[in-house]
């Protein structure tokens, strides 16, 4: 804590200090008379643990039709999608930013399991699918998530009142992946009514 007490002396509002997998960050407080105490006031974010999942498969790209009646067609696809972020539980965006636990993800190999962690992800690619006559198709895509624990709590000290913390507040956050050895990402056909054209 000592570490984290200097840092509160020494830094301006609203910054933050990143030590392992957790994350403080230095409240703002109102201005005080000079002859006042100046409690200091920060929240500390914590990222318990990370692991990954596979989204399910979703449809990308519009439809093609192969009206030929007696030979399979090769049809290439142009799209991309936008994936983002989605927090849930009690984490407060507005104490410690998202930004903040994936900067902290990114900072600890132990925690980020190889990949780039971000809040938001867009992919584009072309993709060929082979129609049978008379058949009709889409490209559907399935992406690689990180999901993250985190634990969060305000906390003050100071005006020999000691330190007081308010209770942990916990959440859960999943993050688009980048990056990596593996492939973060899948892409398929699916054709007649599975291809919901």
Known sequence: M?????????????????????????????KLDKRDC??????????????????????????NYNTKSSS???????????ITK?????????IGSVDGIAKTING???????YSWSTSKTTGFEFTCNINPGDKA???????????????RRCTSGCGEGEWCSDWKFGHIDFPLKGGSQTNQNLGCSSGADSHC
């Open 2 to 30: 000592v570490e984290v007490n200097a840092w509160l002396d020494d830094t301006s509002n609203t910054t933050t200090l990143i030590i392992g997998s957790r994350f403080y960050v230095k409240e703002p407080f109102d």
């Open 38 to 63: 100046i409690p200091r006031r920060w929240t500390t974010n914590n990222v318990d643990r990370t692991g990954t999942w596979w989204s399910s498969w979703e449809k990308v790209s519009g439809c």
């Open 72 to 82: 399979t067609a090769s049809y290439n696809f142009q799209t991309s999608q936008t």
């Open 86 to 94: 989605t927090v849930s539980g009690s984490f407060d965006a507005g």
């Open 108 to 114: 600890n190999g132990g925690l980020s399991l190889g």
């Open 138 to 152: 889409s490209v559907w895509q399935q992406n690689l998530m990180g999901w993250a624990d985190t634990a969060q």
